[in-house]
């Protein structure tokens, strides 16, 4: 079987329609749903599991319109804390399923912000370290194919793994990333600046002078307020 979006449900031969039989079988499979959903007493409420993102289902559709998919998955992904008769923490999602998901949505639609949102903002923000660290490496990664439309996401993940986590060398790891993005891509210059602040926090105050000295002289920094600002932290590391 196959979908095509402007045209329905269709057999393997074209133009010719699906079984009624098929029909009527898809009615009841949705009703059926619809009903035991309703009806469900939430004092029996139980918590399903993530499943694992139906990849041979949206291979078969998504080459309609992957973007309608990847929104109709993140749709989904996004409802799933909300089970009839109660409510999922994030904590208890199983996310090594949650990452599959996102990364799923972002082959569909790579141009897409909405999924680093969610590992970030959402998903990122569990009081639980490992699963901090695993969205963290998410946004990473993601970052690495496509630095010039997913470097702020990476940057907010810096700001968890440095003071949520308390991991200044895996902070500097990313911000390390930030600055040797190619010339020419548009991140702001204060996201590449990142690493010399951590290094300045990490107790290596002559190498963050000599980063600082060189962006400096380098020119790069145009602004008035900013470049005051960089030279006043210059000043500062090389007093000490």
Known sequence: MKFDL?????????????PARLLVLLALVLTLKIVTAVNRDAWYAAAE?????????????????????????????????????LSLPYQQLDYPRVIAWLEQIL???????????????????VNQEEKRRLMADLVYRAYVDDPGRRWRWLTHSITVVRHHLGDLPLALH???????????????????????????????????????????????????????????????????
Do not use: K
Not at 6 to 18: D, F, I, L, N
Not at 57 to 82: C, N
Not at 107 to 125: C, K, M, T, V, W
């Open 6 to 18: 402007s045209a329905g449900w269709r057999g393997t031969h074209p133009g010719r329609p699906a």
């Open 49 to 85: 599991e993530l499943p694992d993102p139906p990849q041979r289902m949206f291979a078969m559709i998504g080459s309609a319109d992957p973007v309608a998919v990847a929104r109709l998955m993140t749709l989904w992904l996004q409802a799933f804390d909300q089970q009839p008769g």
């Open 107 to 125: 082959n569909l639609d790579p141009r897409g912000q909405y999924p680093l949102l969610l590992a970030s903002r959402i998903y990122g923000e």
């Open 174 to 240: 990313y911000a390390q990333a930030l600055r040797a993005a190619p010339e020419g891509l548009p991140i702001p210059g204060w996201a590449r600046q990142m690493e010399i602040f951590l290094r300045e926090d990490m107790g290596e105050a002559e190498t963050a002078a000599v980063m600082l000295g060189a962006l400096i002289e380098s020119g790069e920094v145009s602004d008035p307020a900013e470049l005051r600002f960089l030279l006043e932290r210059y000043e500062l590391l090389t007093s000490e």
